[in-house]
């Protein structure tokens, strides 16, 4: 769960931006929208088949 402690002379919107970054680096969102729909195994295998690509690309 990301947490966000407000300091005292910090504005609301910087305590908001610094709430979206830590989310997006936990990826929070990336799990949510994942899980929306079902994902039969062969979706599953070919999403990590690609981030696999991404990861090591050909030389």
Known sequence: MAQVRVGQDESIESALRRFKRTVAKA?????????????????????????????????
């Open 27 to 59: 990826g929070i969102l990336a799990e949510a929208k994942r899980h929306r729909h079902f994902e039969t195994p062969i979706e599953k295998r070919r999403r990590k088949a690609i981030a696999r690509r991404r990861r090591y690309p050909r030389r």
